[in-house]
């Protein structure tokens, strides 16, 4: 097999394509020939060792992956070779095979195209946990989505919809803001050109909205959660801007507001049924037609390098997704 290695964590440019010997699937797990994955923001910051996990080196990133069962391990009864699935396996995406637990494994059913399906997991995942689970999007409700012509962003407009809330798009240009739009957002904020929060208060009335899905932080933060709602929730996501901001804790005091951490791969760890429960709805509603990955660019998985820099400059609405040849 192929795959991108990192043995020294100080960017992308360290990493290199290499072949590397095949490997076989213990006890619990499968090894998935890998057909497409998709290119995350935490996929840039662990090879740059930023990240919250830093794995020993060397190392092949890439979280999220789709593909084929080539051979499963001791105990592993409900897949076999041949099986369509997605995974969020943390590692190992970016190359031709990788071992995956089968607790991290999605079958896909028949119609999920390989380069959806890796572009499905994590932002999909990430968004309905923090919207349905950790906010409890109620329909009618108003929810802010920053940074939203991004993966997370993108997925949460569709998710907000398919929950029966309104929603408000903001993105730093006028083409994010179109994209945003054309999936189903009812209004589009540009706060690359306007001023965030008198924006939002001509939107909601002066009301503010009820939920705020935030994976940008950074100057963003404190505008956002100073703009929000009487009893809102302001959801942390990520902080994609680069800076950790801080919040003035008396805002939350005054408009009855809760401050929610949203860390998917934890809470599937954790709560594997209820997570398979939100995948499965997820699935239904892809199926329906609700809910449709936005994949700008489609490369090579040899062009992993050209991948990062347009996701290091912005470029990339929705996802950026890698393929292999079948």
């Given at each position: ?14 990493l ?6 095949t ?36 190392f ?26 997605a ?40 968004s309905h ?10 329909p009618?409700?108003t929810v ?9 962003g ?7 919809k ?23 957002a ?8 306007a001023n ?9 009335g ?15 933060a ?6 929000i ?35 998917w ?13 939100a995948l499965?709805?997820?699935a ?10 936005v ?14 820099e347009l ?16």
């Amino acid at each position: 097999m192929h795959a991108w290695i990192c043995d020294n964590p100080i960017g992308p440019q360290a990493l290199t394509w290499k072949e590397v010997p095949t490997p076989e699937p213990k006890k619990g797990e499968v090894r998935v020939a890998i057909r497409a994955a998709s290119l995350n923001f935490p996929d840039l910051l662990i090879v740059q060792n930023k990240y919250q996990m830093k794995p020993p080196v060397p190392f092949v990133p890439g979280s999220e992956f789709s593909g084929v069962v080539d051979a499963v391990g001791e105990g592993v009864t409900h897949l076999k070779p041949g099986d369509a699935v997605a995974a969020f396996g943390g590692l190992g995406g970016f190359g031709t095979h990788a071992t995956v637990p089968v607790s991290l494994i999605l079958p896909l059913p028949s119609g999920f195209s390989f380069p959806d399906a890796a572009a499905f997991l994590c932002t999909y995942g990430t968004s309905h946990h923090a919207l349905i689970d950790r906010a409890a999007l109620q329909p009618g409700e108003t929810v802010l989505v920053l940074g939203a012509a991004g993966g997370v962003g993108t997925a949460a407009i569709q998710i907000a919809k398919a929950a029966g809330a309104r929603v408000i798009a903001a993105a730093s240009s006028d083409e994010k803001c179109a994209l945003c739009r054309e999936i189903g957002a009812d209004a589009t904020i540009n706060y690359g050109a306007a001023n965030l929060r008198e924006e939002i208060k001509a939107l909601t009335g002066g009301q503010g909205p009820d939920v705020v899905y935030d994976p940008v932080g950074g100057d963003l933060a404190e505008p956002a959660f100073r703009s929000i709602g009487w009893r809102g929730r302001y959801l942390v996501i990520g902080f994609a801007q680069g800076s950790i901001p801080s919040l003035p804790l008396n805002l939350a005091l005054l408009k009855g507001a809760s401050i929610v951490g949203v860390f998917w791969g934890e809470f599937a760890r954790r709560e594997p049924q209820r997570n398979a429960r939100a995948l499965a709805e997820l699935a239904a509603w892809y199926a329906q037609g609700k809910i449709r990955p936005v994949i700008e660019h489609q490369l090579p998985m040899t062009d992993l390098l050209r991948a990062f820099e347009l996701m290091a400059s912005r470029q990339v609405r929705g996802k950026l997704v890698l393929t292999n040849a079948a």
